[in-house]
DNA sequence: CATTTTAGATAGTATTACTATTATATTTGT
DNA sequence: ACAAATATAATAGTAATACTATCTAAAATG
């Protein structure tokens, strides 16, 4: 089984933890506990316990439990763009271009045997749970300018690009893009926990109602039929 | 001036702050503490000493910190509410009552001088930065239970309404509703702090192409032309 | 084999998010 | 007008958090 690694933004990490046992066991457990307890109540001394190492070792990883976020979170949509890429490599029509792209991020994640030590189920998990926590800080302005937020920007103009594809003339591609992205997310949570908040019902069919909706939502607002019709 | 206030949900306070005037002083002073230092800096030990008042004394209103907040949101989606309430009320034909009430969404907010002690515009920013913090926690359930999260759902609500009026077939408005009301915090945000996420440049037309994008989101969506051309 | 790198052990600090208790104002009902 | 109830202030205390610092041992590398 060949072992991938993604090369992230060197600001996110002290140390890359993927080329250390003690980093991908930093990694793996994080993940675990992150999803288990909630980024709050997650720290590096319940950490350190758990890969029966200490809290020094761990911040030798990181500089701070933020930016151990920070990494998971784009390392996770690393992953998402590296399996848009994937599934759309080989198609050519736009529209079923972006449809391939739509339904990546709308499927339901689940172990990516490329990559050992995720757990992509409860990473994802993580990400609905913590990804505006990233971003929506007194430091947003720093931290993007170190780069952090790459990997969500990237894959947001990823989809965008797609977008513009479908329909060259539509004005807001990138808005569309976070948009949807978010949507998804947001739309599985809400269908669990605040349905009144969704139309979509938390069942073994909810990845396919969301990609319905978000579908409905990009196709008539970016090729208005009328205009043509 | 008549001096109104909103029945929020009795389980957001210990005492109801909007009745002494050490409680109308913790909410306005919050608002502006909260705004300044973010909600992860704001503590009430140093609310407690820019009302020069002690922290125990605050602790007698609110049971934490994380209910403040809650509070705070949920009286900025009942003052969305009212304004929408307002501003439709005479207007008969459905199109025009949704995109009145998506003005309400997307407009600049700025001072309301029924609630003295508020100050609206740092409100929203508040809302804006923190507000996916009042429900993504592990808490969510018990707290939906509650009813701390009412107002937020009141007014999602009210806009799916709004759009079923509009498209009765469309099959989707609840999460139509709650996408665009997030999607406009989102895109106000991005535009100023992580651009490359929205196509709207963070300036003084900034809400009119919010109102736009969201328009032409809704407008194609719920009621694709080409059905009926 | 020497040296750099990596990790573990231990200790310490300011701050946070509370809880508890007592004392003193202020308001209210009669 | 006065007692009783209520509201607030003052003070103290606690377990936990998010670090920082230092020193030593082990393991990898050249």
């Given amino acids: 089984m060949a072992s991938l690694a993604f090369k992230l933004n060197d600001h996110l990490f002290l140390k890359d933890p993927q080329h250390t046992l003690l980093g991908q066991n930093i990694i793996s457990k994080s993940v675990e506990l992150i999803d288990k307890l909630g980024f709050e109540l997650f720290t590096f001394k319940k950490l350190a316990f758990e890969i029966t190492s200490t809290e020094a070792s761990i911040y030798r990883y990181f500089e701070n439990k933020h930016r151990l976020l920070l990494y998971l979170v784009s390392w996770y949509w690393n992953w998402i763009e590296y399996r848009i890429e994937i599934s759309t490599s080989n198609i050519h029509l736009p529209e079923d271009k972006l449809k391939a792209g739509l339904r990546v ?16 189920e409860a990473l994802h998990r993580i990400v609905i749970a913590e990804l505006d926590k990233t971003y929506l800080t007194k430091d947003v302005d720093r931290d993007n300018q170190e780069g952090l937020f790459g990997g969500f920007k990237s894959l947001c103009n990823k989809i965008a690009n797609l977008i513009s594809d479908v329909g060259p003339e539509y004005p807001f591609p990138n808005s569309l893009a976070s948009t949807i992205v978010l949507a998804a997310k947001q739309q599985l949570f809400f269908s669990s926990h605040l349905p009144s908040l969704s139309s979509l019902r938390a069942n073994s069919k909810i990845h396919d109602e969301i990609y319905k909706f978000i579908e409905s939502l990009i196709f008539n607002t970016i090729k208005p039929k009328s205009t043509h019709a």
């Fill in 105 to 120: 991020i709308t499927d339901k994640k689940s172990f990516d045997s490329s990559f050992a030590f995720v757990d992509e």
